[in-house]
């Protein structure tokens, strides 16, 4: 069975600090996820990431999918209070087309 | 704007209740996938559909949880007999079915069930 650990489970922050979500697992992945989970509402996706290494930014979301493509990282800089949310990662194996395996989630409070 | 739509999104009944939630996909998405979320298991996928054939259900209780897709534009799950076990929140995801590993699920609002 394939299971995506996050850290830290909960983080509150204050508005302009800086933070990182870690996403871990023992098994490899053909490709990584995150997502985005407001209140009330579904996730929604932020970036895939595929190869090994790899670095995607989105304005001031940084993601890194590990060398073996087991962990991934998810660094906000300066985060403003319409960060907060809860932050889902989640692996594709080798299972067949898009079976998501999602992680345990992070919960972030940004006050203002 | 095309969204997955899910409806009802608040359902409360009493146990051995039948239940059954529904799921429009964005419209020419051929994969739709049921997931449920708690805060004990978090978001686990239950029932997943391409081209409206179940192709992987390994998720679901067999014995009171079924899925179907009677068309391209809907998407049922049904709980019979319900159980206070299953109270939770449902969500409906469809996509493009892309044939990699790159492909964007997008989500439906969900339905919060709670069984009494």
């Known amino acids: 069975t394939q299971l995506l650990e996050q850290s830290p489970q909960f983080l509150s922050i204050q508005e302009g600090e800086n933070l990182t979500v870690y996403c871990n697992s023992s098994?490899?992945?053909?490709?990584l996820q995150w997502y985005r989970q407001e209140p009330g509402e579904g996730p929604v996706l932020l970036v895939t990431v595929v190869t090994g290494g790899e670095v995607k930014k989105l304005k001031r979301l940084t993601f890194q999918f590990g060398d073996a493509r087991k962990d991934s990282s998810l660094h906000i800089t300066a985060a403003q209070p319409g960060d907060t949310g809860l932050y889902l990662c989640a692996g594709a194996g080798n299972t067949g087309f898009q079976k998501l395996v999602f992680g345990t989630g992070t919960r972030l409070l940004v006050s203002p | 704007d095309a969204r997955v739509t899910q409806t009802p999104r608040h359902k409360v009944t009493e146990m051995g209740q039948e239940v059954t939630m529904r799921c429009q996909p964005i419209l020419g998405h051929n994969t739709v996938f049921w997931y449920r979320q708690t805060m004990m298991q978090g978001l686990e996928l239950l029932a997943y559909?391409?081209?409206?054939?179940?192709?992987?259900d390994s998720g679901m209780p067999k014995d009171r949880f079924s899925a179907e897709m009677p068309d391209a534009t809907l998407a049922t799950l049904k709980i019979q007999p319900s159980e206070p076990r299953d109270s939770a929140v449902y969500f409906c995801?469809?996509?493009?079915?892309?044939?990699?590993?790159?492909?964007?699920?997008?989500f439906g609002p969900g339905t919060r069930l709670t069984v009494l």
């Open positions: 098994s490899v992945f053909s490709s």
């Open positions: 995801a469809s996509g493009q079915g892309l044939a990699d590993y790159t492909d964007t699920q997008y």
């Open positions: 559909f391409r081209n409206r054939a179940p192709l992987d």
